[in-house]
């Protein structure tokens, strides 16, 4: 049999598009922390630096990497930031600003589990920055690292195309900004805050992603409602992969003690917690209305059919006796009682709708329709 | 294909109601903790002022906030209750009581997950008053946040309708009342109590709900069971967000051995802690009763599927050979044996007869009515 | 369509009783450990004091409650026993014997979550009894408050008719059991030993009902299982809620170090924290067996099903061709092929028999019986 | 109806012996542990002692409890082992033995739950010895329990018939074996050992089990396997019962830091704490292995339903216009189209033909096969 | 009836091969931690030993395992590889390196769980390397033993036909190479991770596999897709045993503050510990996507099924008017209305073409389309 020809009919069922089925199931399942798999260097990287403290605040773009190390010692905070990872330039700046070789390590790694560390007085957070890409209704993740050191704070994205500290940047040309009179403490929290609010972002996202697939199942919009909630199982997967570490993340940042962080600066990383720990909870509030959801769906397409059924099975019985009679006194016997009677025929068209008056009368008694 | 037609006729399997389906969904899903998007301010506001000592209480109903700057210090516990919400008030009644701006925050946020903090000489709990609404059988809530400081409380509520406070006010009123004869930590422990025991008046009305549904399915009154008990599980989702987090919120109160908190009343909190507790152990026997009456439901329309595919099988297995028969003695053939004596019409309907009762011996003997 | 005569037939199903469908939902559902809903004072109450030591026994019938103030000093061991409660008599004697408010608003209120707590010198506990209705098929539960002061038990039960302590009384009089020859504290462990083996009682019986249900399911005895399977999972959680928190209250004693138990008591509460893990152990593996008693019930029954339609299905088609041929022969044209030939007649039932033998082989082949 | 002839045929699918239904369920849910079920005293008693230290070993064959008292005070390490459990034998000894009077109730309770405790320089240990019923297919238990004292062993055991200890006192009588150079707490290490190294063979014999009804399942050996699955899960209770609270037992030994324990023989235990670890883990994936078996058998089942189903509704369908055109042709109607002409019978038996060829097309480009 | 002909048919379904069935079950559940299963020596061993410092490094080929006594007290840091279990080597090289014996059994044990322990200043860690075979499409898994005392590491393998360390050779030849470097403990680290980098090169495969039955179930390349469901299902269980366990073993060495740690490898250990988290999450995500899938595949065959049902149903309804209505005209009654009418014949089939026609249109109107 030819099964390409045979599934062309059922494929509308299960395939949401071409980008969403097992592409995607290969994309969340991809895994390696380990060095051996090697990151290809970004084409271009863009690196940039805040170098600012109360009173002024002056921005750089560099063109190499090796002109940042004249901002190791000076009494401003110092930013910067590294957008586009390319090997040698990475183990670069980590070398000269202390980074154990461990964490370059981590920063040039691919899908790795968001982790905070602190090593020789840096303290170092590697989690995932989520956008909801509205075209395919997938999740994606843009892997940012941030290593807190003594009054600096480099950071390194993946995607020279966007940049997701935008927000920081606005709020750091304001002299008033509460960024610009803290230290490099208050800058790292901001960044997590950053990106912990942005996953509220991606939850609404999904939210609305997911009333659409309910309002599709209660209206029966279309036959798909299968394949999307498998699809939104697999995204709801990749929203608890990312959200889950982060909690132990922050609490980590909170429970570290480190010199780095000033006192009045812990209850704000309490405040990102309270955040991210409401974030988990919502992902698993997600995850109990899209299991709740597919019972629904099934549930209702179980009580359809059983309609159906009811009626076949109601119509072939209600029919049957007609069919019995029809054949009876279609025998071809020389003698056919009243066959020869005039009112023969009427007698058994009149059975054939007696007959079943008399049984959908016990239907309804037994409760059938 | 007319979609919506043919809906028409599903639509009242699945839903309950316009207002209970993916709306209620959305509703149940948005979320933003994040300060960007920020709450419409209130139309009205109401700030009443209660100030009292054992001796004796004034009642003040403030018409700017910033009358109640006068009460900070004296030697009344002095309890000042916002109605209504605006960004600017409260930002100024925080100010000048000393409540961290990230708390202000907090309660100008919408749909906060229940937390407590102890910052600078301040208790702060945020949590959310339920109310269950009768008409759209949905649990409602109203976001409260209660300061609690040197012999003030400070509470701000979103709703300028509905008090939730007005059994405080009356006890306040009377002069042998403990909430008079104690500090603002008690009175504090009173809204706690008061909102917490609220909690078990919406489980009640959600119970209620339940033995509705279930009678419903028992009995068959509506085809729409189904929508109800999801619509169900999304309303238990919505108790136990607002539950589970209160659990931690009061034992962080009992943990926080704050100056705030006497001895003496630390064991009103413990018994608030103990009913929080049975809340949500109530909210988990819903959920297992919910299910398990999900599972009653569909085993029950399989089983009513069962018996009407049973009978349908067997009418159509004992009509069968009937029919059979029938085309055997319609058939035109020259020579058909009996046709021309006077039994042989009678035998076939015999026949007709006959199998269906030894078919029906056989069924009976396999056990299958 | 009229419903009630409708579900007539197909209560059968899922109703077992008129008083375990959702009244028995309504029963476990109902909660109030609020003070706003007042317990209805007993009828009548019954006070007993047993007054004793190693020596002596002295049984008293109080006909007023304030009678047991004169027991509060003395050297023997005194339980006062109160049957029946009456707000009044509660606080009377609660204030007398210096057991807090809260225990006191604990002791009157109703469906109260199992809890222990130690205030101001006295052990607090709050359990409930359990029995097993043998005709309605239900665990009942009774509160049971104990109060355990130095040198004095004061105990507190709802029914005046049927009292839980009587087998204590039995070894009260005989002078040389333990509990005659230990203090107040080894009285309290008794009591709760007492109800904890209960437990077992209950238990067995719950065992014993799943057994019966067990039985009628394998050997279909009745169409009701569904709706006993589900009763059984209701009764779990009513015993899951009484038995999971006597492990917190029994492992709280343990660990409070009170003054009030002496250290050879100890060992005795620890053998009681024994059984009630036992005990919540057993609850678990009931549920589990109730669990894989659904499964098997379900899947028996779409056996059973699949069996009939099988059946129906092969009948069906064995007999769809000889409807046919008997429809071919059966045509009123003019000329139809061997219609004038002796053997027609033969060769078309012939055919009527050998297709379906043909198919019969085909589906032997197929393994479709 | 008469149910006993009714349930002849269908207990084949659910009754795997008389010995395994809900007589099974009964021995699992039975639970005694308090003191009322008294359980019978065996008929016969065996009592035997090993007297050994590193250089000599006497063994006695006692015939009157009495005998072991003279082996309390000696040098030498002593085992007592009890068989059959007589209520006044096992008073006698563990009074003069200085066994608490709890434990010894301990000793004389029926289906206790596994549990380890230390009183009064006692180290009590109590726990199930598992066999494989190899003819039932059940799980087995037969009660041991082991008290350490200073330099005794005494074990009691149900069954006087089988022995556990067996290799124990092989190699006791090596003198060279470590279990004879080493005290009495390294004989309780080789005890225990030896009745969790049996766990992994009744956990074996399980496992043989499980691939045994696997093979039947995919093999389709029998209508059974559904009473088979539900089978193993009721034995995987007993099992995990048994095995989990003796995780905590030897958790409890490790840390009791008793004297009675020498500090080279911990790292003993902590052998056996992981092999216990390990039974318990092997439990847990049999109880998925034996959910994922039962999915694929119903799975299973329902795939050949559905092409059981598909078939028959091709068929129906494709003979269903055969009929009608059969019907068309044979109505008694003066005039018919075509019932004179030579072709007529051809054509209307050869759209019999071409309708379903047609139909059959249709069919397979909508890929129903 | 003849089950095996009958089974056929059906084992397509559910056989993927014949080496991955119960066979596979077999060797999942077989276990046997304790000493009295005896591992049958390996044919060949091969012993080499490293023997290293920073400068200079020596390879040897030993013959007997007693050569490997020499280099037990040497400046050098010491790697001695044993490849292929012989009890008798083992035991020596154990005896003279003082590897306690209860290690020493460890070693020589099959099927054991990961484990680590620090006995008598030696650290010891059992687990498992895992390779996916792409033939079978099995997880399959070796057992290695690592034993790091002062100075050396003795590292034990079942397999002489792989080497699990041969990239760490690699780099021993490399003078600069990290653990050329350093001492004894790194290089035990560097196992660790090498075969924790290794899990993820397995969960890779298996992630492949996921995606490859996820691509037969959407395009139904196969009716064999529960079967390879059922087998990654079994994979998990394998590779969650072995990761799991690995969790606890790194988190305890990192816990243990062992005298043979250096400080500065620490951070190294945690970074495997970061690693092994990772594998365990992912481990937990793939069973997530597999039981998503499963519902996806159930669910999709009852959705054709569901749609043939329907148009067996809908034909079996529309023609069934036909059949009467042809039975009718076709019975033998000398009266017939209209029989002898020469419009009869086409009002006759006009009803059996109106009547389906009027059906569809209701049909229609209730969606059933």
Chains 1, 2, 3, 4, 5 share one sequence.
Not at 208 to 224: D, L
Not at 240 to 249: H, Q, T
Not at 308 to 313: D, E, H, Q
């Amino acid at each position: 049999m030819n099964l390409t020809r045979t599934s062309k009919k059922y494929l509308r069922y299960i395939v949401p598009s071409l980008l969403l089925g097992p592409e995607r199931t290969k994309e969340i399942l991809t895994t390696s922390p380990n060095e051996s798999i090697i990151r290809k260097d970004a084409e271009a990287t863009q690196i940039t630096v805040y170098d600012y403290n109360e009173k002024e605040i002056n921005e750089h773009e560099l063109t190499s990497i090796k002109e940042s190390f004249s901002f190791k010692v000076n009494n401003h905070v110092t930013w910067i930031n590294v957008d586009g990872i390319k090997k040698n330039d990475v183990e670069i700046i980590c070398d000269y600003y202390d980074i154990h070789p461990l964490l370059t390590e981590d920063i040039l790694s691919l899908h790795q589990r968001p982790k905070m560390d602190e090593v020789e007085n840096v303290l170092f957070c590697l989690l995932n920055m989520l956008y909801f890409n509205e075209k395919k209704k997938i999740v994606e993740q843009e892997q940012v690292s941030v290593a807190l050191g003594k009054d600096f704070v480099i950071t390194f994205q993946e995607d020279p195309e966007r940049d997701v500290f935008n927000p920081i940047r606005e709020k750091l040309k304001q002299s008033h900004s509460k960024v610009r009179q803290r230290g490099a403490d208050y800058l790292c929290y901001a960044m997590l805050d950053l990106i912990v609010d942005n996953y509220f972002h991606v939850l609404e996202k999904v939210g609305e992603r997911i009333e659409e697939v309910e309002e599709e199942i209660i209206h029966e919009r279309t036959k798909r409602s299968l394949a999307h909630i498998n699809q939104l199982r697999k995204e709801l997967i990749v929203l608890k992969r990312n959200i889950a570490p982060v909690r132990d993340l922050i609490a980590g940042i909170i429970r570290s003690e480190s010199d780095l962080l000033q006192d009045r600066t812990t209850k704000y990383f309490k405040d990102v917690h309270d955040h991210i720990i409401q974030a988990y909870d919502l992902s698993e509030n997600y995850r109990d209305i899209i299991l709740s959801m597919q019972d629904l769906y099934i549930n209702n397409i179980n009580l359809r059919m059983n309609e159906v059924m009811k009626v076949m099975a109601i119509v072939t019985c209600l029919l049957a006796p007609a069919t019995v009679i029809g054949g009876i006194f279609g025998m071809n016997f020389d003698i056919i009682p009243t066959a020869h009677n005039a009112w023969g025929f009427y007698t058994a068209v009149g059975l054939m709708l007696l007959i079943p008056v008399g049984m959908l009368f016990i239907f309804k008694q037994r409760g059938w329709f």
